[in-house]
């Protein structure tokens, strides 16, 4: 599956919704815990868009699948609350 590129918006609202005791959200740090109980830090700077090598690195660092993120970047966009 190709991966699509990620604004600051999209890549918080996913830490967001896949991650748990977040603290930074709105900088360019954000640490936290994924899914699965383990810490993760990711470094994000707001002026610019994630390409697909930083999404896929992002998704292993908060325990995502691909195809748990394309079911919530498309419902997203399909639901028109993006």
């Given at each position: 599956m190709k991966l699509p590129s990620l604004t600051f918006k999209e890549w918080q609202?996913?830490?967001r919704d896949f991650g748990t005791d977040l603290?930074?959200?709105g900088s360019p740090i954000v640490v936290g815990r994924n899914r699965r109980g383990l810490p993760f830090t990711i470094h994000y700077h707001p002026g610019r868009r994630l390409d697909r090598r930083e999404v896929?690195?992002?998704l292993k660092r908060l325990a995502v699948t691909p195809e748990e993120f394309a079911e919530w970047y498309y419902g997203?966009?399909?639901c028109g609350r993006r």
């Open positions: 609202a996913l830490a603290r930074g959200l896929s690195f992002i997203k966009r399909r």
